[in-house]
């Protein structure tokens, strides 16, 4: 039998989403402080890509209603904390606001699902879309990546069919749309499942640059990001402790934890620009400061000190 070898990614860019989907979904809220202070530790260990907020209104989600100034402290400072920061928004007004803070790209959410995207953003897919193009012809300067939820499963109507995210796919494409972030909102997703939707999309569309956001509530988190780095993604979104959840699905636990990755993928030699000790400094001011108990394997190991694989190289 001939031998397939996979070629893995020499350096993997982690999105690091915690302080917007990890935090979005805790019961009480994080004082902007110590949102700002987590922005500053995450840079400190070389993060160079973080959604920093989400700008929904603050009665949808109450925890992100110091979006203003999270981000205004993020885009003064992200040149020196050496961090690209980005913001989520679900419509045009959400995208303005975020401008006027100096951001200049968003990630803009439609789901796959019509369910999903009803109770999530209280539109059809449809209206999504032409908020969509509200929000290129309002801001030509903002970059839009098309984060789509739901890809993988929906929590009120189960399967995904992948046509329909080819149709997502080829509706933002038209609207000269270049990035799609494929979201495993509940984490539901297996690795088979992966690897057909993302050859789908590259088969459809190969110029289409693709990122991953995925959850890991079924302990798959990690054998998905594989499978699509395998396929060759090198973006893939991840959010400190494990923490997250989307409010509005139900079920869903936290993101992939950006330690457990970082960890894995640095010991199969791929770079990553983030310091795993530095790193493991924010998940302690995790667990100090936001939530005690965290759901990512390493927020529960050994120290790396007590290791030897990072100390020596
Ligand atoms: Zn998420």
Redesign the pocket.
Known sequence: MEETKIVWPAEVEIVE?GPR?GLQNLPDYVPAETKIELIKRLAGAGTKIMEVTSFVHPKAVPQMADAVKVAEFAVQNADQLGFKPLALVPNLKGAQTAYATGLREVNYVISVSAAHNKANINRTIEASLEELENIIVALPELKINLSMATAFGCPFTGEVPTEDILRLTQSAIDRGVTTITL?D?IGVANPVQTLGVIRAVQQAYPDISIGI?I?DTHGAGLANTLMAMSLGITRVESAVGGL???PFAPG?AG?MATEDLNNVLLRMGIRTGIDPVRYQESVSFVQEHIQASLLSHLSRARSYQEFSFYTNS
Request: glycine share 18%; proline share 0%; with cysteine.
């Open positions: 989403v989907d979201a909102t956001h959850h997250g959840g989307c869903a993101n």
